[in-house]
């Protein structure tokens, strides 16, 4: 046969081995399990070839985007997944669709979904996500898996214990001070009683600001190329989002992909000057008391060598900025941003909650201690969270054959916790599931609805959000502030168009009418 000849067979041999396993991706394990998820009695759309739904998805929400909602509406599912509110009429709460080549079972029980995010075995990890979308997150601690992750939170957890964020108080509130001065200039510049102002832009750069300082020791302008980066990133991401992914594509010099590697190539340097910096002012006392501090110093003293230790390092302690960076920001953001929403569109809870603040912290700045206070502002804020959470769903793949209720889960499923479904559930939440009412949380979160875990923001079990405390505390403090000097209603241009952006966001921002207080 010579050399030649066996290269060829070879050659051939690979050749329908790719077109066999091709053929079982894309046509037989198709097939099969839409025929094991009917026995079961599970049911969804059809299959299409390669994409699965996701045309449809894309066609559903093109059509969703064209509407606006009135605006004390507050069933946002038909507008923000469209494709989950249909399927959920028409094959049941929980169903099962294609997401390109892969099943994805949605489940709307919140004792499932606490089976499965609980779980500690490892039974259901992360679900891997796009390129895309890695590049905006980082590999850090929400992506970890296994014995990573141990190190990782190890790594990670001290800087969100409950007695660091006390001390970060006073940062946060130094970097609420300068937007309500800020605030308060740009009202004074306006004749009249009130001002329009769009906030959700100053109260993303607010919670840039405050995770900068808090997290990294530097301000809005040292990471503002960070956030921009990921803001860009971000952008690309979610116009990608609905078109079928191969695999590899991400390596080939598409115009768009040159563009991505630029702003990767931006971001990492960026960072790097940022580590550096601390590096070079270490001091006896270590690097610092902020996350970016107690992860240099964490990793230093496991090995008792800080150059080595930081250089094996210094991948990681990037992916933990990048996953930061973008998890206070981005939620953070556009927790207060829909805060603030419901706060100028019911005015009488506004009142409610300034008489509470003015009550428990006058007008001085609130500390720790005087936040835990506020409780009409913490049931405002679940409230809040549970109507407009930014995150909206969470996936999780199953990492062998799971049994989870009554049905047999095969090994690979992905898992779709839709939370802005089981937020609104008038099954757990009554038949006012829709509406607007913080006093359901009188009794704490856990009390709120017919099962304690039907309020799930943060996730729940050992993957729950670390920085959970830290979005509180922040948010309190915020809104105590900004009532304790403004009052404002929402404008006449705000359009109620809720929109999914990798976390749920107004689509047209939020212009309110600014008016200063006199206490």
């Not at 556009?334 to 603030?340: E, I, K, R, V």
């Not at 799971?402 to 038949?431: A, C």
């Not at 809720?498 to 207080?517: A, H, M, T, V």
Request: aromatic letters at 10%.
């Amino acid at each position: 046969m010579g050399y030649y000849g066996g290269f060829l067979l070879l050659l051939g041999v690979w050749l329908i081995f790719k077109l066999w396993e091709m053929f079982v991706v894309v046509i037989w394990r198709p097939y099969a399990l839409t025929k094991w998820f009917e026995k079961q009695g599970l049911r969804g759309p059809s299959y299409k070839l390669m994409s699965g739904s996701l045309d449809e998805i894309k066609r559903m929400k093109e059509l969703a985007k064209e509407t606006v909602m009135e605006v004390h509406s507050h069933d946002i599912t038909p507008r923000v997944w469209p494709h989950y509110h249909k399927w959920s009429s028409e094959y049941g709460k929980m169903f099962f669709y294609w997401f390109e080549t892969q099943p994805r079972v949605c489940i709307t029980e919140p004792e499932l979904a606490k089976e499965v995010l609980s779980n500690k075995f490892g039974f259901y990890n992360k679900q891997k996500l796009r390129p895309s979308i890695m590049a905006i997150v980082g590999r850090g601690l929400t992506r970890a898996e296994g014995v990573d992750w141990v190190r990782h939170r190890r790594i990670v957890n001290p800087a969100f214990n409950i007695d660091n964020i006390k001390v970060m108080t006073k940062r946060m509130a130094e970097c609420s001070i300068s937007m309500l001065d800020a605030w308060q200039q740009e009202v004074t510049k306006v004749p009249g009683d009130h001002t329009e102002m769009e906030v959700s832009k100053a109260l993303h750069e607010l919670a840039a600001d405050i995770i900068s300082h808090t997290a990294f020791g530097s301000s809005f302008i040292e990471g503002k190329e960070i956030f921009e980066v990921q803001k860009e990133l971000q952008r690309l991401a979610v116009a990608s989002s609905a078109d079928i992914y191969i695999p590899g594509s991400q390596y080939l010099p598409t115009r768009r992909n040159i563009h991505v590697w630029k702003l990767k190539r931006k971001m990492r340097n960026r960072l790097v000057q940022i580590i550096k910096k601390r590096i070079n002012s270490n001091s006896r006392s270590g690097y610092g008391n902020d996350l970016l501090g107690l992860m240099m110093s964490v990793s230093a003293n496991e090995s008792g060598q800080k150059e080595t230790s930081l250089k094996l390092n210094m991948e990681e302690i990037m992916d933990e900025c990048k996953t930061f960076y973008f998890a206070g920001y981005e939620t953070t953001s556009n927790f207060l941003t829909w805060t603030m929403f419901l706060l100028g569109l019911y005015q009488n809870w506004q009142n409610k909650l300034r008489n509470e603040v003015l009550q428990e912290c006058h007008i001085g700045v609130p500390d720790a201690d005087k936040l835990s206070k506020l409780k009409l502002v913490n049931m405002f804020l679940l409230e809040a969270l549970r109507l407009y959470s930014p995150v909206i769903g969470l996936f999780r793949k199953a990492s062998k054959d799971m049994k989870l209720g009554n049905l047999m889960i095969p090994k690979d499923t992905s898992i779709s916790i839709p939370l802005i479904m089981i937020h609104r559930n008038k099954e757990y939440w009554g038949e006012d599931a829709n509406e607007f009412n913080p006093l359901r949380f009188t009794d704490g979160a856990a009390r709120a609805a017919s099962h304690p875990n039907a309020l799930i923001p943060f996730s729940v079990g050992p993957r729950a959000c670390i920085g959970q405390n830290f979005a509180m505390i922040e948010a309190k403090l915020v809104v105590a502030m900004i009532l304790q000097r403004f009052s404002f209603s929402l404008s006449p241009k705000y359009k109620h168009a809720p929109l999914d952006k990798l976390s749920l966001q107004p689509e047209y921002g939020l212009p309110i009418l600014l008016r200063p207080l006199n206490v």
